[in-house]
């Protein structure tokens, strides 16, 4: 009966590694094939992306006289901006002076003394004897000419803008 009972549990302990182990094998090896297209994967990744940099970096390099004169055209536009805001300050600072000295001799705003120019009524005459000891000549201020700026060289434009 010992002999028997020993029989059965050398039975019932005996594994079959092979079999056992077959399945953790082809699991392992399905990874390794899987880490093996995933490392080729990134090495081609890396390489198109060097491919990649190196091919914008030339093209870059190539095209940096077009980036230059886009940045020349780019600093001219923005002389201009400021030639014109420089130009409309003072266009408005007169514009102000005129009011304010049509204000004081007339009583009526310049716009005012405009419209009269539109109506069918007869036109007064606004700078009577009193206004013309009180009123200033004009003189006009240099104002940028869009012909002298767009037509010539862009060192031209920034010379004329200072």
Excluded: W
């Amino acid at each position: 009966m010992v002999p028997e009972l020993a029989d059965d549990y050398a039975a019932f302990l005996k594994v079959d590694l092979t079999k056992e182990l077959s399945s953790a094998t082809e699991s392992v090896e399905d990874m390794l094939t899987r880490l093996e297209e995933f490392q080729s994967l990134i090495h081609m990744v890396e390489a198109d992306g060097f491919q990649a940099v190196n091919t914008l970096t030339t093209e870059i390099l190539g095209r940096k006289d077009e980036l230059k004169q886009l940045g020349d055209r780019i600093d001219g536009l923005e002389c201009l901006v400021t030639r014109v805001k420089g130009d409309m300050d003072k266009l408005e600072s007169l514009l102000n002076t005129a009011e304010t000295e049509a204000n004081a001799s007339d009583g009526a705003p310049l716009l005012k003394a405009l419209g009269s120019l539109f109506t069918k009524k007869p036109v007064v005459d606004i700078a009577g004897p009193s206004r013309v000891g009180q009123s200033s000549t004009f003189t006009s201020p240099d104002i940028f000419s869009a012909d002298r700026v767009f037509t010539s060289s862009p060192e031209n434009s920034s010379a004329q803008s200072e």
